[in-house]
């Protein structure tokens, strides 16, 4: 197992992009950017063997900087969505950056997932890792506190793909930090991942307004659309006359994960690409997986590898705490208090069957 370093552009401002590339002895290649963070490249093998690039991305640096749907990004300070894009701490209001309508949406306009990371390349006794570290301002977008964040990717020799999540802070503050890697696990051959299979572990999810903010309710999946508790065809139910789905344009929805206690290492989410066999699973310590399917995904948007993205080319697993959570006391907390650690871990592990 190696690491490679190589430049992959340069910024307007004149700062250098690098890309790092991770590879194991099975052949799983894992290629990142110091710019977000962002997983450009998962080379997995098909149930024949074949190893091809199964997360969407782009060719070029600049489309990453002009990139709308977070492909293979960290997201942050606070994933998904916040409403008003208004936070209330101990009584004092922050007013937080709008950039979804009137909400604020993964950290703002300028969130993790446009930001320069340090970086490390090391090793660990699961694998190769690529460590990365960002300061996030008191102030920046918004948000009280500066905040020091480490993410580790960690490749293993059994085809796993490992986040680490950590961040403290000098000021009481929210953080909700997760990975926004797209995936169509076809590697391209499929244009939409409808005919994707999906399990989801959770009996619960959490329903919301017209513009995508819980209500608070959580809501049983049964006799619903979002009954993914068995095996089950994404594009099933997906154009059902649904007033969820009318809101999300389709799947855009946070599930509650079964596993207890809420904070354990458990599996989350299965996805089966029947054609090529290839299998995701998806670990994770979070109370919650948010699943969006594609669906604002700009048709005839330039992807990598000479391939056209479009309406639910590809699909996100974002583990991660509850939407909203700092407006609704009910949901699991985002609160970082001083002296305290933010922790989390998720992990992606890659298979085959037929």
């Known amino acids: ?9 340069t910024l307007p401002d004149g700062k250098n992009v690098f890309q790092y590339t991770m590879k194991n002895a099975n052949g799983m290649v894992v290629k990142v950017i110091n710019y977000g963070g962002i997983i450009t490249s998962i080379l997995v093998p098909d149930k024949q063997g074949n190893i091809e690039d199964v997360a969407l991305g782009y060719d070029s640096l600049e489309q990453y900087v002009n990139d709308k749907n977070y492909l293979g990004a960290i997201v942050g300070r606070v994933a998904n969505r916040i409403a008003g894009a208004s936070i209330n701490i101990d009584g004092k209001i922050y007013n937080l950056a709008k950039n979804n309508g009137n909400n604020c949406l993964h950290g703002g306009i300028n969130g993790f997932h446009r930001r320069l990371w340090d970086v490390e390349t090391g090793h660990s006794d699961r694998g190769e890792t690529i460590c990365l570290h960002y300061i996030s301002k008191d102030g920046e977008e918004g948000f009280p506190g500066n905040v020091d964040v480490h993410v580790t990717y ?115 989410a ?11 699973e998806v670990l994770t310590t979070e109370p919650g997986i948010h699943f969006y399917s594609g669906n604002f995904i700009a048709n005839n948007t330039k992807g990598k590898n000479g391939l056209t993205y479009g309406h639910r080319y590809g699909l996100a697993l974002e583990t991660q705490h509850f939407p909203d959570s700092i407006n609704k006391p009910h949901f699991p907390s985002v609160i970082l208090d001083v002296g305290k650690e933010f922790t989390s871990t998720t992990i992606f592990e890659f298979k085959t069957g037929n």
């Not at 490679?4 to 552009?9: A, M, P, Q, R, S």
């Not at 959580?218 to 809101?247: C, H, M, W």
């Open 1 to 9: 197992m190696s690491i490679e370093k190589t430049l992959f552009g």
């Open 154 to 268: 960690t490749l293993t020799s059994k085809n796993a793909l490992i986040f680490d999540f950590k961040a403290k802070t000098d000021k009481k503050t929210i953080v909700n930090i997760t990975q926004h890697t797209s995936v169509n696990l076809s590697a391209g051959k499929q244009k939409n991942i409808l005919d994707h299979e999906l399990q989801l572990f959770a009996k619960q999810f959490l329903p919301c307004d017209e513009s995508q903010i819980p209500t608070g309710e959580f809501s049983l999946v049964n006799a619903t659309p979002f009954n993914f508790t068995q095996q089950k065809r994404i594009g099933s139910e997906i154009d059902n006359d649904s007033e969820q789905l009318r809101y999300g344009s389709g799947f855009d929805h946070t599930w509650i994960l079964d596993k207890t206690p809420i904070n354990a290492l458990a599996l989350a």
């Open 270 to 280: 299965r996805l089966v690409e029947p054609s090529s066999g290839r299998i995701l």
